[in-house]
């Protein structure tokens, strides 16, 4: 039974920065794909970044050079650093985790998810 953990999130302003953390337990995959999604009201749950036990990374468009996902896999822990925040971030974040796959954005991907954490930019 995986278990994962989010934390980190927050209200900002726009323009500011959060650092979100996932906290995994009970991972027994020696290949497996990681990943941020995010999902406000009334929208479908959209992929943001994820991250393979490799190390390969893949980042929504509408996110890149401005948000970095990174692993401590001796912590086995997720992070989503997140700078230059926008209105349009607000959503709730969750973390994911899966078997290895090339497509680290696609919830199909992933078996297991958080509970998630809530991330509000004001203007």
């Known amino acids: 039974q995986v278990q994962l953990a989010e934390s980190g999130g927050g209200s900002v302003q726009a323009g500011g920065s959060l650092r979100l953390s996932c906290a995994a337990s009970g991972v027994r995959y020696t290949t497996y794909s990681m990943g941020w999604f995010r999902q406000a009201p009334g929208q479908e749950r959209e992929g943001v970044a994820g991250?393979?036990?490799?190390?390969?990374?893949d980042y929504a468009e509408f996110v890149k050079g401005r948000f970095t996902i990174s692993k401590d896999y001796a912590k086995n822990a997720l992070y989503l650093q997140m700078t230059n925040l926008i209105p349009e971030d607000t959503a709730m974040y969750y973390c994911a985790q899966g078997p290895l796959s090339s497509s680290l954005l696609h919830r199909y991907t992933y078996d297991w998810w958080g509970q998630g954490t809530q991330v509000t930019v004001s203007s």
């Open positions: 991250i393979d036990s490799d190390g390969t990374t």
